[in-house]
């Protein structure tokens, strides 16, 4: 049978398992899962006896700073077990508590026995790192947003003792060029929390929008967040497109803005916002272009990426005053230490042509026009640390031609060094200046991971792959940390975006707490692969390249369906892979009552809510939905499937043939779903633009879905032979 791509093409998605619980049972121990960690700990010790949650679990916490802490595990553990967890001052079932943990910032110890665990960390961040230790030791289930039945939540005994190689594990988003939702942007900060990291990196403006309130400023979100056009990209087509109508206005409102501070303060991330300066301001000129290098001029919100000649006038005091007004707002927004204010790709053709530009640079002594960039950074800077407030830089301000690095030197701005990430992390060394690395190619994540045909098209040539990125040396003259950063050009939806930073995110995470000395793709591998579970309970999209085959212990290279969720369907037809007049181009159909088909082949044992191939269905056509089949995965057993027709979405087919023979026959069950099949165990393959699967059930061995032939009425029936059925 195969996959027609017309509708929506099959990509890779997650097919590996980590080992699962069996029903709870009085008379023999609990099992429990092997520890499997991302990021690795630095030092696990493990014995042979297991601690099981009680339904009368307590969250106990012995410092009130505590308290979000204990809400937020509570909130993990409770909705799949059922059970109605308290948070209580001092010791509980699981205890929390700040205490002496050797290491740097988010250092933790995390003990277990068969009755209690304790969480201690050496900062509020320590605790938070420990309960997602403590949540990877779970079930993949406890992940589940509704309860899961039948499931021991045990855990293996263990005694961990964690600290990170680096306080700063970060990940940048770009919303400018393509607009992400508060909750779009809360699951971002979902799976950081997941992995430990604790630095998000949100660039709020660009050249392409605007997208953060300013009250002194309405233009901005009137004006500077809407683009003309926008460049669309479909995940599951591969392919892009213009939407030819005006893209916004998307921006976040204030308290929009709040509730994920809030949020991400839970659990304990950092947002530093990027007010991109003086350069990508086109946006921002097209609102107010009296504070750029020409007023009268043309400005307009870009639609395309690449850069602007656009920017700020740094010598009109009003632009300059502009700068500090939106900085103003943006730090009563953003609690956290680091306020980015760009710094990267600034041309300075329109400052060299500017009459006010040519005053300032004679006025100054200047003897090159980037050390106005320069003394515009020195102005922000010392407005921000009026505020308490520290300025971030990408590596442009310290490493394009003529900067003033004295002048940079006094800041001590933190440099994000990404082109050339190495040599501007050791001028930055040089300068007594503290860097983040995040390196263009394997640690920007919005890159293409391959050049297969499921890859979208995207930035790269395909080698940025999670392989890369795990094995990139991190420079020993990185004092920060690290980050992986995301552009949006070409990443237009939220499954796109999580499909290209998964599991890349995954790697840099661990490369960013790990020591370097426990460097090992091949263990990483594994443990990333079975986590897959977590992430199918959570909806994530991700890549598959380098996920483990649970069957052979090797990379699988099939392109496999989509990973359908029981929250979001995607449809196919699946087609007869016979080439005969009579079967060519049929289809699997549902049949419904008043088909045709009833009639045509009675005899066959045609009946309603049986499965039989027919000729393909207009859209519109009363039997058209009867023939859309989402192939929904089973979060508890990825690479099992239940077969979803679109007119029946709340049931699936049933796995029990009505006999095990060429006269048997599929039907479906309207109300349940039945992760008992399997794809490609038999056969696969492609031909043409389509991909060809064997289907079977594990419920019948030896035997797989058929299209049959004019002597079983064209039935979908049972065939043991998979390289001769269709």
């Known amino acids: 049978l195969m996959i027609k791509q017309t509708y929506k093409k099959w990509i890779a998605a997650c097919t590996v398992t980590s080992s699962l619980l069996l029903g709870a049972c009085t008379s023999t121990p609990p099992s429990v899962r092997d520890v499997s960690i991302v990021p690795l700990p630095n030092n696990v010790q493990q014995d042979s006896s297991a601690f099981v949650l009680p339904k009368s679990c307590t969250i106990g916490i012995t410092d009130s700073r505590l308290a979000p802490a204990a809400e937020y595990l509570a909130g993990i553990l409770s909705p799949s077990t059922g059970y109605n967890i308290k948070v209580q001052d001092g010791e509980g079932t699981i205890t929390l508590s700040l205490g002496e943990v050797e290491g740097k910032e988010g250092a933790y110890q995390l003990k277990t026995d068969t009755k209690k665990i304790n969480i201690k960390g050496n900062s509020y961040g320590g605790v938070i790192a420990g309960i997602e230790s403590l949540r990877q030791l779970f079930p993949p289930q406890i992940e589940s947003k509704q309860i899961v039945d039948g499931v021991d939540w045990a855990i293996p005994s263990v005694d961990i003792n964690d600290a990170p190689r680096f306080t700063w594990r970060g990940i940048m988003l770009d919303v400018s060029r393509h607009f992400y939702s508060k909750d779009e942007v809360k699951e971002l900060l979902d799976v950081m929390a997941l992995y430990k990291m604790n630095k998000f990196h949100w660039h709020l403006t660009d050249d392409q929008g605007w997208r953060v309130e300013i009250t002194k400023y309405p233009k901005l979100t009137t004006i500077a967040s809407i683009a003309p056009n926008s460049l669309f990209t479909d995940l599951y087509e591969a392919k892009q497109y213009w939407i030819n109508k005006p893209y916004g206005p998307y921006f976040y409102t204030k308290e929009e803005i709040k509730d994920v501070v809030a949020y991400a303060k839970e659990r304990h991330i950092e947002i530093i916002p990027e007010i991109d300066m003086p350069g990508h301001s086109a946006a921002a000129m097209t609102a107010y272009p009296e504070f750029s290098c020409n007023p009268s001029g043309g400005h307009t919100v870009w639609s395309n990426g690449g850069i602007s000649y656009d920017i700020i006038n740094v010598a009109n005091p009003a632009a300059v005053q502009f700068a500090k007004d939106v900085l103003e707002e943006i730090m009563e927004l953003f609690p956290g230490e680091h306020i980015h204010i760009g710094g990267d790709e600034c041309p300075t053709d329109e400052w060299e042509k500017n009459a006010e530009c040519q005053a300032l640079y004679k006025k100054l002594g200047l003897t090159s026009y980037r050390q106005l960039q320069s003394h515009f950074i020195q102005q922000l800077d010392e407005f921000v640390k009026e505020k308490g407030h520290k300025l971030s830089v990408w590596n442009e301000a310290i490493t394009a031609s003529g900067a003033d690095l004295d002048i940079m030197k006094a800041t001590d701005a933190d440099v994000y060094c990404w082109q050339p990430a190495e040599a501007a992390v050791a001028k930055a060394k040089k300068e007594g200046m503290n860097s983040i690395y995040t390196p263009w190619g ?285």
């Not at 859209?619 to 023939?627: H, M």
């Not at 027709?645 to 060429?662: E, H, L, R």
Request: charged share 20%; glycine share 10%; aromatic share 12%.
């Open 442 to 726: 394997p640690y920007y994540i919005n890159r293409k991971q391959g050049n297969s045909e499921q890859d979208p098209p995207n930035a790269g040539d395909g080698s940025d792959h999670v392989q890369n990125t795990y094995n990139r040396n991190i420079p020993d003259g990185v004092t920060r940390g690290i980050q992986g950063t995301f552009w949006c050009e070409n990443v237009s939806n939220a499954d796109l975006m999580e499909w290209s930073a998964l599991p890349r995110l995954i790697a840099i995470a661990e490369r960013g707490w790990t020591p370097e000395a426990n460097k090992d793709f091949s263990d990483f591998q594994k443990r990333m692969s079975a986590d897959t579970v977590m992430l199918n309970y959570n909806n994530y999209k991700y890549c598959k390249y380098y996920m483990l085959d649970a069957d052979n212990g090797g990379t699988s290279s099939r392109v496999m369906p989509f990973a359908n969720t029981a929250d979001k369907k995607y449809y196919y037809r699946i087609i007869s892979g016979g080439t005969d007049n009579t079967r060519v181009g049929r289809c699997i159909e549902l049949i419904a009552e008043g088909s045709p088909l009833l009639t045509s082949y009675a005899n066959k044992n045609a009946a309603v809510g049986r499965l039989w191939t027919n000729t393909q269905a207009a859209e519109g056509a009363d039997n058209y939905d009867y023939q859309w089949w989402s192939i929904e995965e089973d979060p508890n057993n990825a690479g099992k499937y239940a077969l979803v027709c679109k007119a029946q979405p709340n049931g699936s087919v049933n796995p029990n043939p009505t006999a095990v023979s060429t006269s048997g026959r599929w039907n479906y069950d309207n109300n349940t779903k039945h992760y008992n099949f399997t794809l490609g165990d038999g056969a696969y393959g492609k031909k043409g633009n389509n991909y060809y699967y064997t289907l079977s059930s594990d419920k019948v061995s030896g035997q797989y879905f058929n299209s049959s032939m004019s002597g079983q009425g064209l039935a979908v029936n049972l065939y043991s032979n998979p390289t001769d059925g269709n």
